[in-house]
């Protein structure tokens, strides 16, 4: 029983604070904690399957990039080989335009540009000079 201080007789002889609630109040405290449990419970699993989706598809994906990065290195040595036999200077300015699909007409090759081609390296009316 408690005594005039709000202590049961034992949390008194023990010296420690007496817990003065109610069954009904620590019953409900307990199936609160005990829903929220479950919750983060089915929480902890919905995401453990999400990350489970997740790493399946890292590595799907990951196989699938070093199957494309071979592919694109036989390709490559492909065309190295082929230009090697023919003796002539590969046309490199169309090879990724042409494996996306798109067409450049009209667009001007970087390998083509001639804004320099006249420059003669002396130019009169530049500021500093005579």
């Known amino acids: 029983m408690p005594s005039g201080e709000g202590k049961c007789a034992e949390c008194e002889r023990r010296g420690r604070p007496c817990v003065s609630t109610s ?3 620590l ?3 307990g199936d609160n904690l005990s829903s ?10 919905r995401l453990l399957d999400e990350l489970d989706e997740v790493r399946r598809r ?4 990951r196989k699938v990039q070093e199957q494309n990065n ?3 290195s036989d390709k490559w040595e492909c065309l190295v080989r082929g230009t ?3 003796g002539e200077p590969a046309q490199f300015e169309d090879f990724a335009a042409t494996d996306f699909g798109f067409q450049l007409e009209g667009v001007p090759s970087p390998f083509e540009f001639g804004g320099f081609a006249n420059f003669s390296g002396t130019e009169t009316g530049v500021a500093g000079s005579s």
């Open 23 to 25: 069954w009904v109040a």
């Open 27 to 29: 019953d409900r405290a």
């Open 36 to 45: 929220k449990i479950a919750e983060d419970e089915g929480r902890v699993e």
């Open 58 to 61: 890292l590595v799907r994906n």
């Open 70 to 72: 071979k592919k694109a």
């Open 84 to 86: 090697a036999e023919s």
